[in-house]
């Protein structure tokens, strides 16, 4: 049985938890290599398959219109795929050397073997959804992985943090997380329930907009034992994020002079990170995140509002709450 880690996560799988549970097992299916290495480290990261955020969505728009296909749940795994494989480049980026408390596999290997299986990770995915013989599933997951590429690199590249504006965060935000969770609910209904694909998809976007706006709003709020990574990593790593952006339209001259003082150091110390994170909190910049985050949370819920009800689109509902109340 799948680990859960939070009773109000449970109750979204409720409905397809035995769905997601199978999942898990085309995932340790998909994975071995033949090839000690990469079957060791894939061992490491598939021995706790974490949330399976992604695939639980997918499954429940599968089941929106109550005609569950038996594909989805390889769409499941391939969709985690995905997703793992963006993980361990991100760390092998940004040099992180823990995700969820636990080593990351450029800080247990080298980053030569974190990018190397990142990409085998992701021709695992592609050949797995080329085997499905869909081209309109296919299509659109290798789009996603483009986007998502995309995305990463935007975001090595903006490290000046008094022009990065809101729409510059959006389309990061869009590209990095909001496409794969669009993704995963629109491959579900394709196979399950083509009329309410749409709405599926917008649900899913919507919902991905909100999940990065909490992320990006824990690494200011949160500790290194509820994370497992330390206060104020994003500005250790010189990374823009709405909390930042929106404290600097109400700060004053010299706490947005410290802002580009811990921008131009290339190694920030504890004490510079703290303040930042202390003027950010002192001009607004939580608050305001938060309320942009149950913004788009509340459009998602719109989007609820155009399916035919139901326990799955129950689920889906709890899966917003579970988004702008998480603690990790």
Known sequence: MLKTRSSALSFVRGPIQERLDRVAGELEAMVPAGFDLIDEVNEYLFANHGKMFRPTLLLLANEVGDRPAPEAVKLGAIVELLHVATLVHDDAVDHSVRRRGMPTVNARWT????????????????????????????????????????????????????????????????????????????????????????????????????????????????????????????????????????????????DTALVERLFDDPEPSGDLVDEVIAAVVAAGGIEAARAEADRV???ARERLGELPGGPACEALSLAVDYVVKRKR
Do not use: W
């Open 111 to 254: 980053h030569q073997v974190a990018i190397i299986m990142g990409d085998y990770l992701y021709s695992r995915a592609v050949i797995e959804i080329t085997e499905l013989g869909d081209i309109e599933a296919t299509k659109l997951l290798a789009h996603t992985a483009n986007l998502m590429t995309v995305g990463e690199m935007r975001q090595l590249v903006s490290h000046d943090a008094l022009q990065f504006s809101r729409a510059d965060y959006n389309l990061l935000c869009e590209c990095k997380t909001a496409s794969l969770l669009a993704t995963a609910c629109e491959l579900g209904a394709m196979s399950g329930a083509p009329g309410y694909r749409e709405p599926l998809r917008g649900y899913g976007y919507e919902l991905g907009m909100a999940f990065q706006i909490i992320d990006d709003l824990l690494d200011y709020t949160s500790s290194v034992e509820v994370t497992g990574k330390p206060r104020g990593q994003d500005l250790r790593e010189h990374k823009v994020t709405l909390p930042l952006i929106a404290a600097l339209e109400r700060m004053s001259a010299s």
């Open 297 to 299: 949370a509340g459009r």
